[in-house]
Every structure is written in structure tokens, then in C-alpha cells.
């Protein structure tokens, strides 16, 4: 979608100004700030963390029992 914002013009150019050294178009900096804000992507970001988790056991077939997970007390990121 298009829209058409009324933005002072120095504002403007400041803002593009301080996003080049980031590598950010000014349209990139306000879809994420949107984004943010009305927590679009929030999901992705549960995923993403809960893949960088260790996995419950490992390779050889060992898994965690219910004592050893109530007793370590995963700690889920936020």
C-alpha cells in the first residue's frame, strides 16, 4: 500500500541522512517502526528464540525426565 505523508522537509532529509549509516531506507525504517508498534511480527520472534533454545536431550537418544525439567526450570526468553 501507498501513503502519502506530510513531513517537514528537513526532517526529512535529517532522518535519511542518519539512516544511511545504518544501511536503512527511511521507507524500511517506518514499515519496521510499524511493525513494532502494533507488534506485527511478534510471532517470528517467539520462533526465532524458541529455535535458539538447547533441545530437550540429544543426539544419542537421551531425553530430559519430568524430574530433571521441573528441577532445571527452563528459562524461556523474552
Keep these: 500500500m501507498n ?3 506530510s513531513i517537514d522537509e528537513q526532517l526529512v532529509e535529517r ?3 542518519t539512516l544511511r549509516a545504518t544501511g536503512k ?3 524500511q525504517e517506518i514499515r519496521e517502526h510499524l511493525q513494532q508498534l502494533t507488534g ?3 510471532v517470528e520472534r517467539v520462533v526465532e528464540r524458541l529455535a535458539e533454545l ?3 536431550g540429544n543426539p544419542d ?3 530430559w525426565n519430568r524430574e530433571e525439567l521441573y528441577e532445571d526450570r527452563i528459562r524461556w526468553p523474552r
Design 25 to 27: 531506507s527511511l521507507n
Design 54 to 56: 538447547p533441545p530437550l
Design 15 to 17: 532522518a535519511r541522512e
Design 3 to 5: 501513503i502519502t505523508l
Design 61 to 63: 537418544g537421551w531425553k
Design 40 to 42: 506485527a511480527g511478534s
